[in-house]
């Protein structure tokens, strides 16, 4: 077998030299030149890719807004953890796995982290869409209810919600809170911008988090006031925004050893909704 190779490898060797020293260079030419082509298509795809991102940051890239079965299968193959978002029933002191103003699948939790148990590593973002002070400690039981049945570990799940007063009752039971902050601080201007982030960190001080979330194009004024907070954050599209600076910041992100989770897009086969 060894021999067969060397002796192809002479044979080509031999080929190569036996051709007229002009036609070698324009082969190497060629080359040349289909590799920097290559090299010239590749880099900004692997620059733009979330698989490329999920790789590198496999622990904290997670797939955003994982609301069906189908797509709960697939992404925890792919992602080490997933974003869903609830809505809480006190009548029938559940959750349904839904994202108004979608329209409902009858999903509920309880079903859903029974096939999510099969992987008991992944960990979970709940975006809790609506507590209130008449049903977060009746919410929060029941959650725990949810994850001792699905034999999960409170510590994989983070509980968000935009109302902190509310999670500390989610923290008895072991599970991780996170403040959902106002959105689009960057286009404020520096008046509204300090009078929202003293808001923040009055609460914050009041009703303590594991972390504050955000979307990613708030993370430069995030990282610059609460420099010591643990962060999770999201990313769903460009926008309106320069492509390259929000990639370049998306990078700058994944790097800050403060920044937990970064959700990014995720298109499954079945089941986007």
């Not at 008991?120 to 049903?135: E, G, I």
Request: glycine share 2%; hydrophobic share 40%; proline share 4%.
């Amino acid at each position: 077998m060894t021999s067969g190779i060397a002796a192809r490898i002479q044979k080509i060797s031999f080929i190569f030299t036996a051709l007229p020293y002009n036609m070698v260079s324009m082969y190497r030419k060629r080359w040349l030149i289909v590799s920097v082509i290559f090299f010239l298509v590749t880099i900004p795809i692997v620059f733009f890719s979330t698989s490329f991102l999920r790789c590198v940051w496999p622990q904290k890239v997670w797939a955003h807004k994982v609301n069906t079965l189908e797509k709960l299968d697939e992404a925890t193959r792919h992602f080490s953890g997933i974003e869903l978002d609830l809505v809480f029933d006190e009548v029938t002191n559940s959750f349904e796995v839904n994202h108004p103003p979608d329209s409902s699948i009858h999903l509920l939790l309880s079903k859903y982290l029974q096939v999510g148990a099969t992987h008991a590593n992944c960990r979970y973002w709940l975006d809790m869409k609506n507590l209130t002070a008449s049903n977060y400690v009746q919410a929060a039981s029941a959650l725990a209810k949810c994850m001792q049945s699905a034999k999960l570990q409170a510590s994989n799940f983070y509980v968000e919600s935009p109302y902190p007063e509310f999670l500390s009752e989610f923290q008895k039971f072991g599970f991780k809170t996170s403040f959902y902050l106002p959105t689009h601080l960057c286009e404020e201007k520096i008046e509204n911008l300090e009078k929202e982030i003293a808001t923040i960190q009055s609460k914050l001080k009041k009703y303590p988090c594991n972390f504050i979330s955000f979307e990613y194009k708030d993370y430069l004024i995030h990282s610059s006031y609460f420099p010591m907070q643990d962060k999770i954050c999201w990313f769903t599209a460009f926008g309106s925004s320069n492509k390259v600076t929000s990639q370049f910041l998306l990078y700058q992100i994944l790097c800050d050893d403060k920044v937990k989770v970064l959700l990014v897009p995720f298109k499954a086969r079945h089941g986007n909704r």
